[in-house]
């Protein structure tokens, strides 16, 4: 469908039948412009959103489908092309007021033009190297003090390019030693920086001489001196990494390995000009190995997925899957794929039974028997999605012999009108379905002659992207905030005492805990309603989600349980004991590991996903309130609340890796992985703590409001939102300048946030 088409039918759908009841319900009623005020230099650009608020309780992003007028095209215009549509553009000095129309309703901003009186560049000063690259940036000063980012707009110049170039946008390329001065430039205006560029003199790698197990990452840190003096310069991202023997271990870029198989070999980092620094390496093999499924039925012409799992000494356990190498006794009965993509992938070939091995030095042994299958039904049952989105359909056979397993890639799924919902039969996306236009669609799954379908109703209803969702535990709701404008938007009701808050945006779902009364609350972000309850644990607190596998994980603080939610069909399926007062829950769905902390235990538990088990406890700081993982890195970082520190854990090995002191009363915890960042909120000081997680050290205390607590990471926008339970507002920071841009009025007791990537 192509986007005029689209624009075309929601505003059909959205304006048509203005005679009926059921049209004047879902009539249009009001419009709001983001932002209500805006400051711009002269030929620069500001984007205006426009939101359409329905009778029926609707909320649609109408930025593409308004008209937009500008009051003053002297002072300021605004586009309705498509593609930059509601994007206005400074021209004179003054004031306009941008208005987004649609039928007989509207609403409006304003754009205020100012000169820009001044121009600063940041940094001030930066040392540069050799071969790298650094990032300035233009701020420009306006007549009437308002401050506007030019760096993408201002002329970028170096003093002497032979040294350092600068690009378009204030990246410089250092290419010889000196100094150089870098220049942004706005029409008589000019403002400066200094860089310094000098060359690598040597390197030091660490750790050195390690020994890991197979499956376990291990990260390298280049530490360089420099030839101005400077002696812990981090050069890891510029050195060239490599491994002697990839097939024991490899090693990116940025100084990430991870043990392939058994054996020693070295890791090496090189840079023209200086001496190659090596370490050496021991890659250990595991003690044993498990496969799973243990015992599993499948069907002729159907594949299955086979998983690794090796144990090592001291207990511990790693995935094995994709470094085993795979057999089966009886290939005329099932194949078993080697190929790298596909490890541990078994297709049935014809009725029998056959012993699937995965080998690794040790070996572990699973029995596949391949039978008829009985029937098979397809799950979710009333699946209802807006134009736009996606879901994924699962499909659960039932065996000759009353076993029951999932099919959904050995299925051929098909749909009566893919004009309305498609699904894709293709590997890895087997039984999504994609909705293209509103209407209804009956999907259908087929295998070995059997079938079973499911109708799927598309909606007109999208979710714009641009959202947080913040629980206000002072009144009982689920509040929206537009990200793109930095506003409120309502309020839903849920139960009483929300906490934590999780958000699937395939599936315009959220999930609210409320400590209340032991439930939680499903809301459909789409339509801003609550449309079902779950009752679990006494006091669930925080929540995690893992959507590929449509599991949801609530941490009961008054049961000392973890409640498991089939977000599929919304039903519990395990509760797990755990420590003492649990409170927050972080998922690692490559991992199969679940990690939620204890507040009373002072410890981490970390579950197994597969078996719904505690598999291990991890002793950290007291009073643990909150975790965020970076599977990347194998890191995981705990808020402790009754101290003055950030535990540092290493997943690959359950282990205490450092405490990181960051101040009072830590309350939450946030990891963007992309900039090697932890953001912690400290309720004792009203702070944000900016984490380099490179050195483990703090870089920056921003201050925030009173009582911050839950805080997310938005990291396509470069945005942090930090919630303010004493001041019932959210704090909006620029990562890049780790300063506020934007604070969030009209909360009522904020706890947790959870924003749509």
């Known amino acids: 469908m192509t986007k005029g088409f689209f624009v075309a039918l929601v505003m059909a759908l959205l304006l048509c039948g203005c005679n009926g009841s059921d049209s004047q319900s879902d009539a249009l009623t009001t419009i709001t412009v983001a932002p209500l005020s805006a400051t711009i230099a002269p030929g620069t650009s500001r984007q205006f959103k426009a939101t359409g608020f329905y009778a029926n309780g609707g909320v649609v992003d109408l930025t593409d489908i308004v008209t937009w007028s500008s009051s003053n095209t002297a002072v300021a215009t605004v586009s309705n092309a498509a593609g930059s549509r509601g994007v206005a553009t400074a021209v004179g000095a003054g004031s306009s007021t941008i208005t987004a129309t649609s039928g007989s309703v509207s609403g409006s901003g304003t754009v205020t033009t100012a000169s820009v009186q001044s121009i600063s560049v940041t940094p001030a000063s930066q040392v540069g190297i050799v071969g790298d690259t650094q990032q300035f940036r233009a701020i420009g000063f306006l007549s009437n003090g308002a401050t506007q980012d030019l760096t993408e707009v201002v002329q970028w110049i170096s003093s002497n390019p032979a040294i350092a170039a600068v690009s378009a946008t204030g990246v410089t390329s250092a290419a010889s030693v000196g100094t150089v001065t870098v220049s942004a430039t706005s029409g008589s205006l000019t403002g400066t920086a200094t860089l310094t560029v000098v060359t690598l003199v040597s390197v030091v790698l660490t750790p050195v001489n390690e020994t890991i197990d197979a499956g376990e990452a291990l990260q390298f840190t280049a530490t360089g001196t420099l030839s101005n003096g400077e002696t812990s310069r981090n050069v890891t991202s510029l050195v060239n990494w ?181 699904v894709s039969n293709s590997a890895g996306s087997r039984g999504v379905v994609t909705a ?45 905030i537009d990200t793109a404008s930095n506003e409120f938007v309502l309020n839903i009701l849920v139960g009483p005492g929300p906490q934590g808050v999780a958000v699937n945006a ?16 499903i809301v459909d972000i789409a339509n801003s309603v609550e449309i079902d309850t779950v009752t679990v644990g006494a006091g669930p607190l925080g929540l995690a989600l893992n959507p590929e596998a449509n599991r949801l994980y609530v ?28 409170g927050s829950v972080a998922v690692g769905p490559s991992t199969n590991r679940i990690y939620v902390t204890n507040f009373g235990s002072n410890t981490i538990s970390v579950i197994d996903s597969l078996s719904n088990s505690v598999i291990d406890t ?97 990291p396509a926008s470069n945005r942090i939102y930090v919630v303010n339970n004493g001041s019932n507002t959210v704090s909006v920071i620029d990562s890049l300048t780790n300063s506020v841009i934007a604070t969030i009025p009209g909360l009522i007791g904020p706890g947790d946030i959870a924003v749509i990537p």
Do not use: C, H, M
């Not at 079973?452 to 999208?462: F, I, M, Q």
């Not at 009582?707 to 938005?714: D, N, Q, R, S, T």
């Open 242 to 422: 490599s491994s002697a023997n990839p097939a024991i271990i490899t090693i990116n870029g940025n100084g990430a390995a991870s043990g392939v198989s058994p054996g020693s070999t070295t890791i090496s980092a090189a840079y023209p000009g200086i001496v190659t620094q090596s370490t050496g390496v021991t890659v250990q093999g595991p003690t044993s190995i498990t496969v799973t499924p243990a015992n599993p039925s499948a069907v002729v012409g159907s594949t299955l997925q086979f998983s690794a799992t090796g144990s090592f000494a001291g207990g511990i356990t790693r995935g094995l899957t994709t470094l085993a190498t795979w057999s089966s006794s009886q290939p005329g009965v099932a194949a078993i794929s080697n190929a790298a993509a596909s490890k541990g992938l078994a297709t049935a070939v014809a009725n029998g039974t056959t012993v699937i091995t995965a080998t690794l030095g040790a070996q572990g042994t699973a029995t596949l028997t391949v039978r008829a299958l009985s029937s098979f039904v397809i799950n979710p049952s009333n699946p209802s999605i807006p134009v736009g989105s996606t879901l994924q359909l699962t499909a659960v056979g039932t065996f000759s012999d009353s076993t029951t397993q999932e099919i959904t890639d050995s299925v051929t799924w098909s749909s009566s009108a893919p004009a309305i919902a498609s």
């Open 436 to 480: 293209n236009a509103t209407g209804s669609a009956t999907i259908t799954g087929t295998i070995n002659g059997l079938s079973s379908s499911r109708t799927v109703t598309v909606a007109t209803t999208a979710v714009p992207t641009a959202r947080a969702f913040v629980t206000s535990t002072g009144s009982s709701n689920l509040s929206v």
């Open 506 to 521: 395939s599936t315009n779902r959220a999930y609210v805990a409320n400590s209340s009364n032991g439930t939680i609350s």
């Open 555 to 582: 941490a009961n603080s008054q049961s000392g349980t973890i409640s498991v939610l089939n977000t599929a069909t919304d039903t519990v399926v395990a509760t797990i004991p755990v420590g003492s007062t649990p």
């Open 618 to 714: 991890i002793i950290v700081g007291p009073g643990p309130v909150d975790a965020a993982l970076n599977s990347q890195a194998s890191r995981l970082y705990v808020a402790n609340s009754f101290g003055t520190t950030l535990s540092v854990i290493n997943t690959a090995t359950n282990s205490l890796v450092t405490n990181i002191s960051v101040g009072a009363n830590a309350q939450g915890v946030a990891v963007d992985p992309a900039a090697n960042r932890a953001y912690v909120t400290l309720g004792g000081t009203g702070a944000l703590s900016v984490v380099d997680t490179t050195t483990n050290t703090v870089i920056s205390n921003i201050p925030v409001g009173t009582g911050p607590k839950g805080v997310a990471v938005k």
